[in-house]
């Protein structure tokens, strides 16, 4: 019979930083929390000498300023990224090269749960493919109809979630006029990006090193 592997569970954050700064040279603190606690999350793994990779959806830009205000201070790297997904900036990207040449525009998502809907990407996506001077769907802009989706925003941009658990995650925003319709998909598969992240700060560290900063 295999001997148990016996991996502790601690969730004693305190404990988990040093345990890892007395065993690793260098590490990247991963935070998946939540907004209340990232600064103090931040300031912890600041204090063990690890820079952060911040994922935390709805963070405000006030917490921000904070985290980089503190970094800065401190002398340490930390990342926020508002989405983990590569596709998904493609995605925000193509819908505002798309948004200036038609005048329907639906996002359709799908996640796990409703926890937390609209989602940040779908969002964001509104965000950026508002105040360009377009107002879509102007031919139904009411908002009386539920099963219409919400609006996001004030051009008209409609958003649709779903729940599928078993699932990837996915966005797609659907642009249309008159005989035409185009269509961008993307799923969130997000370890490719987090890598990226967490190369980049450790980079960073390297450079500010390097330089005796």
């Known amino acids: 019979m295999e001997e148990a592997l016996e991996i502790p569970i601690i969730n004693d954050l305190t404990m988990v930083l040093g345990s890892i700064s007395q065993s690793k040279a260098t590490a990247v603190v991963v935070d998946f929390t939540d907004p209340s606690t990232v600064y103090d999350n931040v300031k ?9 990779v911040v994922y935390v959806p709805r963070i405000k830009m006030e917490t921000v300023s904070t ?5 800065e201070k401190a002398s340490m790297g930390c990342l926020v990224a508002p989405t983990l997904s590569i596709g998904s900036i493609l995605l925000q990207q193509a819908a505002i090269s798309a ?12 996640r796990a749960t409703a926890a937390d809907f609209p989602s940040q990407d779908a ?6 493919i ?3 001077g ?5 031919d139904d802009i009411s908002t009386d109809i539920r ?4 609006v996001l925003g004030e051009d008209g941009v409609r958003v649709h979630s779903m729940v599928l658990p078993g699932l990837p995650s996915s966005t797609a925003v659907y642009f249309s006029r008159p005989g035409e319709v185009r269509a961008s998909l993307t799923r969130s598969l997000i370890l490719s990006c987090l890598m990226l992240c967490t190369k980049h700060v450790l980079f960073c560290l390297f450079v500010s090193l390097k330089n005796g900063l």
Not at 44 to 52: E, K, L, P, R, Y
Not at 99 to 110: A, K, M
């Open 44 to 52: 912890q793994a600041t204090a063990f000498g690890m820079n952060s």
């Open 67 to 71: 985290l980089s205000a503190f970094c």
């Open 99 to 110: 948004s200036f040449h038609y005048n329907n525009v639906e996002i359709v998502e799908s």
């Open 123 to 128: 969002m964001q996506i509104a965000n950026n």
């Open 130 to 132: 508002s105040n360009l």
């Open 134 to 138: 377009q107002i879509y769907n102007r």
């Open 147 to 150: 099963a219409r989706g919400q």
